[in-house]
């Protein structure tokens, strides 16, 4: 039986809130060598996603970060978790991915979902209601680029008469999706090459809506992005970094991530987002054990990736916790699951 091979990987989002006085050439800067750093360490992907017209400077060009990384980095896969295929345009879309797969020896993976704020849909003069349509005609035409073959698609949204894109990668892009609505975890099992959780959202509706597509949950593949607070002393650490996770929690809550912003309401407090959102306590032990329940409950599982720093936070103080999850908690989980 061949071994199972997981990759684990950092995820980013380059916020960089008030009231710091950080720049965002040092913000960058530092990110990229973080990375490289972290790879050196063994981790295996990192993953990039994007947000427009956020204050924080909320990452806005994931592709042009992809290239910087394919620099900076030899063997780690990229992705993007995730990107917002109905505000683009999928035939651009398909060009910048595929010259990423041709500039990384096609390491690139592209991520997408629906997205879910409206600033960003009025702005891009796109509509809410369309972006199923969007999202599947955005998929198809992704694919046909991504053949090299003229493009003919008369759909409603998009009108294509015998184009096609140029050039064409020998590795193009794996084509991941999204979401935490169940049609939008459906339509992953039905279009995508895998599914992009959020904190372990929709796993067992992604296996069941594989089941009723009648394709074995061998032909699977779920990205996790994982929410979890990994170090010696979570309660501690979540201390000292609840501003950061308190604010993560509450933009996303504040946009429509978990909602209607009018419905959902704001976490009061550090303390309560821990308790009542995403995220999960974990020391080493119960990292290990955590990653190797959910790992071998869901054999889908393909990647695993954990936020690099809070909206913030210091690269130093979430480096300690990259390098402390290296040290004590891949090891042992790559051994468990071999």
């Avoid at 990039?48 to 290239?67: K, Q, R």
């Avoid at 073959?149 to 064409?168: A, C, F, N, T």
Wanted: charged share 20%.
């Amino acid at each position: 039986m061949p071994e199972r091979t997981i990759n684990f990987g950092l995820w980013y989002d380059f916020r960089n809130p008030a009231p710091t006085t950080r720049s965002f050439e040092h913000l960058y800067a530092e990110s990229l060598e973080q990375m490289a750093w972290a790879e050196d360490l063994g981790f295996d992907s990192v993953w990039l996603t994007e947000h427009h017209f956020c204050e924080d400077g909320y990452a806005p060009s994931p592709l042009v970060v992809a290239a910087a990384i394919g620099q900076r980095t030899r063997r780690m896969r990229i992705g993007t978790n995730l990107m917002l295929l109905p505000l683009a345009d999928p035939l651009r879309l398909a060009e910048d991915s595929a010259t990423l797969s041709i500039l990384t020896g096609g390491r690139f993976d592209l991520g997408v979902g629906l997205g879910y704020r409206q600033l960003e849909f009025d702005y891009f003069g796109r509509k809410l209601s369309h972006r199923p349509s969007l999202m599947e005609e955005g998929v198809a035409l992704l694919r046909q680029a991504w053949r090299g073959e003229p493009i003919s698609h008369q759909g409603k949204r998009y009108q294509i008469d015998g184009l096609s894109v140029h050039p064409v990668a020998e590795n193009p892009p794996r084509l991941f999706m999204g979401g935490m609505a169940e049609p939008a975890i459906a339509r992953a099992a039905r279009l995508g090459d895998g599914f992009l959780s959020t904190g372990g959202i929709g796993h067992d509706v992604y296996i069941k809506a594989l089941e009723e597509l009648g394709r074995p949950r061998s032909e699977g593949a779920i990205c996790a992005g994982n929410w979890a607070i990994i170090a010696a002393d979570p309660e501690a650490e979540a201390a000292k970094v609840g501003e950061h996770v308190l604010y993560q929690t509450n933009q996303y809550v504040s946009w429509g991530a978990f909602g209607p912003p009018d419905q959902v309401p704001l976490f009061p407090d550090a303390p309560s987002a821990i308790r009542d959102g995403l995220y999960e306590l974990w020391d080493a032990e119960q990292a290990v054990k955590g990653l190797v329940d959910m790992l071998t409950a869901y054999p889908e599982i393909v990647d695993v990736h954990f936020w690099a720093q809070f909206p913030g936070e210091s690269i130093e103080s979430g480096s300690r916790r990259i390098e402390y999850i290296a040290n004590r908690v891949l090891p042992q989980v790559r051994e468990a699951i071999r």
